[in-house]
Nanobody
Framework: QVQLVESGGGLVQAGGSLRLSCAAS????????MGWFRQTPGKEREFVAA????????TYADSVKGRFTISRDNAKNTVYLQMNSLKFEDTAVYYC?????????????????WGQGTQVTVSS
């Protein structure tokens, strides 16, 4: 089992950058595949990015490709989401998620463990 805590959210102007962090508890973090999702009120949770357990395999939503970068540091039990060239439409609550058995990594149903979320607000 793993517990996840996100941080790094905040208010930023359009065109700016933020880096989200997700700290995981437990000694088996390197066994988990990790994902970032986001959600706005009234909408379903949306896939943003995912990373394999070694960090060498990544996948992104088309809407963030080229602007966001997911990475992980297994020694620190942490996964990151570097967000550059932020747009107003990136405003959302961002969640990190984890599971050992993940197929595509792009579906929220593939993940068993979730953090509490961190708010990202981009002003236009």
């Amino acid at each position: 089992q793993v517990q996840l805590v996100e941080s790094g959210g905040g208010l930023v102007q359009a065109g700016g950058s933020l880096r989200l962090s997700c700290a995981a508890s437990g000694r088996t973090f390197s066994s988990y595949k990790m994902g970032w999702f986001r959600q706005t009120p009234g909408k379903e949770r949306e896939f943003v990015a995912a990373i394999g357990w070694r960090g060498s395999t990544t996948t992104y939503a088309d809407s963030v490709k080229g602007r966001f970068t997911i990475s992980r540091d297994n020694a620190k039990n942490t996964v990151y989401l570097q967000m550059n060239s932020l747009k107003f439409e990136d405003t959302a609550v961002y969640y990190c998620a984890a599971n050992i058995d993940v197929y595509t990594g792009r579906e929220s149903a593939e993940y068993a463990y979730w953090g509490q979320g961190t708010q990202v607000t981009v002003s236009s």
